[in-house]
């Protein structure tokens, strides 16, 4: 044990090096730890892999337990590594140990599970030599997962913003520019590990906070920005990885709270070089505090829809919000637990206000190498002088004027879902594509019902997903969310549901509009899209008729989806099926407007699957999903068969659906076994992944009572390739599936339930050899046909031909 010479008083263990040189290194990368060992050789190494080689490497570990010192004691031969252990005092403590270790001009803070660009050091460094006047240098951060792999579509909102608005190459934001962007995106700057700063800041600034959780790097992130203006390097990257272990996760109520006490604390301390000019704005510290009093509000879960939908849970989620701030539950129910048009206002646009209320230097400067700098950038947002409208629409006027751009001046959409139906996957295909749109630097934005008769329906997105979210309609002092059953209340809510749509698609005037057959009325918004000149895509899922509940209904969605379908600039239909029935059933629909789109999977990240010797023994086949009791007769025939095959299968499904089900298939429960969907939905996906045999996609052999099946591809298909396990296809050879099936020569497929059928299926999946090459079926079509990328790339070549624009024009490439 030694005194620590930089850290009087404290004393540490420390490997040190005598053949460390004298001179000061340029660059010290510091990386603190504790029980960090999975994700530690990959970060060590992109560390090692740095164009950049005038570096040290400060480690300081927390007495782990996992093994981290014991690698870490690996390099202790290297010059350039320093290694110390010290005590453990939580996240920030360590990286303040790491810090006062630190002796480089430049300090770059290696969170040890995340990774960077081997050239990532190297630009950054360049970028703050040549701008000596500014201490901070930021380049993008995009999300890999536990494997490595780029998470697809993932980024912190302000890394999004940035990376779509600013220059590839170098552009200097002002302090005060930076400043009030970290104060209206939702988790400010996200991480530190795509930052590298002048040590000499942290006079300025200070330690990291050690009293706010997770988020010290939030305060010390607007201390840094009030200090110094930033170069945005865009031309390079680092990562940030998601595991279920990091220290970083989803926002509860505690940490939204600590959130906004990051920035109140900062404008409340009179050291903040806050302008003189903020100050004499009226309510200038209230106005910059809402974006993340909203934030907190929102995390209470304290709304009508959710009160009424969870009663048991409302009392729990009043006392946790008395118990972080009395004030947060004082308006919450000041407000009748309704939701604000605020809940659902992007960040760009709250950005936008502040700017022409602040007036800071606006838009940024592009740096080029030999220093002659000049306006930014791609799609940046306007000087202050530009009015809210003209920022917050996209009509035809402002893409005809020449002058300045604005957030939305690249392509905007507007992806309408009025209605989530149970079973219906169109409304859920159509949300993937806009966020990944949205990811790509194509503006997309949702306009969605708030309220549906049970549930509240924006569970289905994220709000950072999208450009912006429209919630209709928007709660107001005469919104009758109590007694939704009533048939008043219904009529009512419908016609302030459109009122609302109308106003908003008035408002934001996009370039297209993008819908999906899903149950509710379309011809609406495609009539009024056709009036302004919108052009408008339409995906069909299924035959919308066959959802109708009387032979009125019926008729009326089939004049619904005749204007609809006539009115569109381009159709999607999922399968060749359902385009042929659409086209007979429609003569004058024009066959040139339709293309074939494949339901386009998640992805749900999974272990790649291992044989077990038991599957020799026992054949588990699982499905997972919503249920109908038409397609229950392919239940019972393959239970039947698995009592004498020592086999198993399990239902994972709704819990409301389990009480049926088990009175339904009650004489099967030898072989039978529900089990309830979780309340996060893919754990119930990993859990069959990880215990069954195979996975069962199956229509109803009775086709007059499932006629879907004859139109409609099964979704589920594509989402289970992805999984890599075997697929079990029991369906007719005339509906959809069993017709490609038969295309592609699946190897398990059921097209009658003849039980020597099913026992020869049953046989074969308990040879190891036959079970390997079902595994390879899988993975072909995961990487081919069902590529989720694939299937994306089509449907966007899809919109550039709608709206008139060459292939490949749209986001980033732009």
Known sequence: ????????????????????????????????????????????????????????????????????????????????????????????AGWND?????????????TADDTMDADCLEKLSRALDENPNADLALCPVGWIDEEGNAISGSQREIHRFLDAHLSEGRTRISKESMFLMLASFSWGVGSVTGLLFRRSLLKRTGMFPTDLAFLGDAEWSLRASLATDVIWVGNTKATWRVHPTQASKKFSLQEAWHFREALRRVLDDPKSPIPVSWKEVHDWRKLLLRPRTLQAEMCTNLTRANIINHRKRALQWCIDAWRVSPGILFRRMVTGFGIGSDWSRPASSIFEEWLGIFNPSWPPVRLHTDRVPTHAARRTINAPSQTKAEVATNSAEDQASPSGSSVRKATHLLLISTDFQDGGGGHLCLLRHAKRLNASGIPTSLLTQELHRERVKHKFFGKSDFDAVYLIPRRRWFWPPMFYRLPW???????????????????????????????????????????LRIPTGVIVYDLRELWAESPQERRKMQADTRGTLKRASVLWFVCEELQEEYLRRVPDLDPALCRILPPIPGRIQVPPPQW????????TITFAGGLKSSNHDVFRALMSEMRESNGRLVIITQEKRLASLEQELGDYRDVLELRAIPENPPDGIKWAAANSTCLLVHYSFDTAAEELSLTSFPSKLLEYSHLGLPILIAAPANTTVGKWAQRVDWPLWLDSLEPAKIQDALERLKHEDFWHFCVHKSREYAEGDFCPDVIHENFTADICEMLGKPAGSLGRSA
């Open 612 to 619: 077990r010797e038991e599957f020799s023994e026992s054949t």
């Open 98 to 110: 790491c810090l006062k270790r630190a002796t480089g001009e430049y300090i770059y803070i290696a």
């Open 1 to 92: 044990m030694v005194e620590s010479p930089v850290m009087p008083g404290l004393h540490t263990t420390s490997v040190t090096n005598s053949k460390h040189p004298s001179t000061t290194p340029r660059i010290s990368v510091i990386l603190p730890t504790r029980n960090a060992r999975s994700f530690l050789s990959e970060r060590i190494q992109s560390i090692l892999k740095q164009t950049v080689t005038d570096w040290e490497l400060v480690a300081c570990d927390s007495h782990s337990e996992d093994g981290t010192w014991e690698y870490l004691e690996s390099f202790a031969g290297d010059s350039r590594v320093h290694l110390h252990r010290i005590p453990v005092e939580g996240l920030y």
């Open 489 to 531: 209340t219904i009529a009512l809510r419908r016609f302030l549901i459109v009122l609302d749509g109308v106003m908003t698609i008035l408002r934001a005037r996009p370039n297209g509009i993008l819908m999906a057959f899903n149950g509710s009325s379309l011809s609406l918004w495609s009539r009024l899209a056709n009036k």
